[in-house]
């Protein structure tokens, strides 16, 4: 079984920074793809960032150039740093678990595991 928790949102004025995190259970972590995807209220969720087993990683246009994904193996956690935040950015925030199956990065049926998410929050 795999488990993931996000932490790390919260409420900030718009052009501040927060970073999320995201804990998953078991040895297998580093062999797995992670992404996250958002959910703002009454709009599907949406993609929002992937990283690779190795380090690459892709982001929706939305965000590039402010969101950056990252990942500790080691620590068996996935992040996503968010800086000059907007209120457009208010959103749950999930991290899932890329499947093994082939699948696009950006989709949501290419992730075999789901956070609870974790709320974030941007002020005008």
């Known amino acids: 079984q795999v488990q993931l928790v996000e932490s790390g949102g919260g409420l900030v004025q718009t052009g501040g920074s927060l970073r999320l995190s995201c804990a998953a259970s078991?040895?297998?972590?580093?062999?797995?793809?992670m992404g996250w995807f958002r959910q703002a209220p009454g709009k599907a969720r949406e993609f929002v960032a992937f990283?690779?087993?190795?380090?690459?990683?892709y982001y929706t246009d939305s965000v590039k150039g402010r969101f950056t994904i990252s990942r500790d193996n080691a620590k068996n956690t996935v992040y996503l740093q968010m800086n000059s935040l907007k209120p457009e950015d208010t959103a749950v925030y999930y991290c899932?678990?890329?499947?093994?199956?082939?699948?696009?990065?950006?989709?949501?049926?290419?992730?075999?595991?789901w956070g609870q998410g974790t709320q974030v929050t941007v002020s005008s």
């Open positions: 899932a678990r890329r499947s093994g199956n082939s699948g696009n990065y950006y989709y949501t049926g290419a992730y075999d595991y």
């Open positions: 078991g040895r297998t972590f580093s062999g797995y793809a």
């Open positions: 990283i690779s087993w190795s380090g690459t990683a």
